[in-house]
């Protein structure tokens, strides 16, 4: 199958793995990436986003993982890979302001789809995902799933993989493929992410500032 991405990538940013200020926020459920994100939202020169987008296939996800919506776990993994190639490619999305100097933020990127849909749909993420170019840096948000349920526990609604035994096998295969993109190049920070928030900041600050 040639991948979505390929394709794009081949028209419009001439084969580039790796994209320069690029910066991937990813955790389990409760691990504080979307507070993180939101603690770095409107400071000069970043752009903060994430995935799922709020764009119109971001929607669909956001309604199944609510349990509004009911697909096939494949279905989803297909969604998530088209809401990820308009996010990067589409005007004014992730490479357009990278290439504008900003420093891109996302909260979420093809790692989610590795470690989510890789426990639900076997090959099929890391076949969809293969050819998306990769961040220049990473931090992965790393806690213990029973903190993180009681961050989350006072939320109106649960969602379809915020359960225990689920969010276990996350960390782990978190665990077991965030290093390998050090081997593609990618700086990747594992954060202790149940330390005071101030304290997580502190040291995202370190990083992107080394940029
Ligand atoms: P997130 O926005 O971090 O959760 P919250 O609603 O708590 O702010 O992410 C939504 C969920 O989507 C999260 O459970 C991870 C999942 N997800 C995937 O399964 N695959 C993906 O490719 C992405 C981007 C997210």
Redesign the pocket.
Known sequence: MVAIAQICKDSYIDKMEIIKRFVVFE?????G??TQIELLRGKPGIWTT???TDGPIGRI??ST?RGETALRPET??LL??A??TEHLFAKNGVIDHCNRGEIVVS???????????GILCGDL?SVL?KNFPLPELLFLFDIDPRIAARR?EN?SAR????YFEFQER?RERYKTLAPQWRQEGVRVAVIDASNPIATVAKEIAQEIDAL
């Open positions: 955790g389990g459920d409760g691990s990436t979307s994430c995935e799922p996800i956001r993982l989803l993994a998530f890979t809401d990820r909260d979420r990127y093809t790692l989610s789809s590795l470690v989510y849909q993420p995902n989350i939320r969602e379809i993989y915020e996350v």
